[in-house]
């Protein structure tokens, strides 16, 4: 897996007003996560043998506590575009662990992610029990993984994944993959899918460094979430832009749309951050 491993960012110890927020936004944010966490679980249990792969509800509860999560961290969200209605999947620009809360909190989706996220302890979990499909992007099991993201596709659900691969420290684009993408060319589906390119720019809290919310390379999890926890409440947001769909008949193959994808999200990245 590819790592992006940018120049390093410093995390400052929190001071005394920080860790009040800390103490007061840690539990809540746990609490939060853990509870609907629960809660969506026993939901699947009455929802798994009426509707099988399909969910139908649990979606929204992961919305749900995505959006509150973000109010106790402090940041604000701005959308514009909305959602596709169509069947398909949606792509982004990866730049920190907090994308997650962000493009749950902002659509109803089910995110592609690399094997080893599976084991880590505490996201692992939250990811397998919102539908997360772990996927290891090595060659030799690409057809294997195209035929997961086709059978999801065909139950409904709407995926995202990250083409650059790798998170950044939220400043930049890098190149889209395109291996991904080559799952929406299936014959009797490529008529029907359409893949939206969401661009995802962070504006960090006065005074701290641009790439506050970025998290890259080998930035470990808990520093940076204590950062977040301790970060002043009037302080930094997100922009959230969904553009029109990009229809899949309308492009010759995989690396065409990719290209054309990252184009969409580059543009939509550098205007919110102008």
């Known amino acids: 897996m590819t790592t992006w491993t940018g120049a390093p960012m410093a995390l400052s110890r929190p001071t005394a007003l920080g860790w009040l927020r800390v103490a007061l936004r840690g539990p809540a944010l746990a609490l939060l996560v853990y509870g609907g966490l629960a809660l969506l679980l026993v939901v699947r249990v009455a929802e798994a043998p009426l509707f099988g792969a399909r969910r139908p509800v649990t979606p929204y509860l992961t919305q749900a506590v995505c959006r509150v999560a973000l109010a106790i961290l402090g940041v604000r969200l701005a959308v514009s575009g909305r959602p596709m209605d169509g069947p398909g999947a949606l792509v982004a620009n ?159 193959d995989r690396k065409a749309l990719a290209a054309r994808a990252e184009e969409v999200v580059r543009a939509g990245h550098r205007i919110a951050g102008a």
Not at 218 to 228: E, Q, S, V
């Open 94 to 252: 990866h730049g920190s662990w907090l994308d997650i809360f962000v493009l749950n909190a902002v659509a109803r989706v089910y995110f592609v992610s690399k094997s080893e996220v599976a084991g880590w302890p505490g996201i692992g979990w939250l990811a397998r029990a919102t539908g997360t499909v772990f996927i290891t992007r090595k060659g030799v099991e690409a057809r294997a993984q195209q035929d997961l993201f086709e059978a999801r596709l065909r139950a409904g659900h709407r995926l995202l994944f990250f083409p650059e691969g790798t998170s950044t420290d939220g400043m930049r684009i890098l190149p889209f993959k395109s291996t991904l993408f080559a799952a929406f060319f299936v014959q009797d589906l490529s008529e029907v899918l359409q893949v939206q390119p969401v661009s995802v720019s962070y504006r960090a809290p006065a005074g701290a460094d641009p790439r506050f919310y970025g998290w890259w390379g080998d930035m470990g999890f808990a520093p940076h979430l204590l950062a977040l926890l301790a970060a002043p409440r009037a302080g930094g947001s997100v922009a959230v832009t969904l553009h029109p769909p990009l229809a899949i008949r309308d492009f010759a």
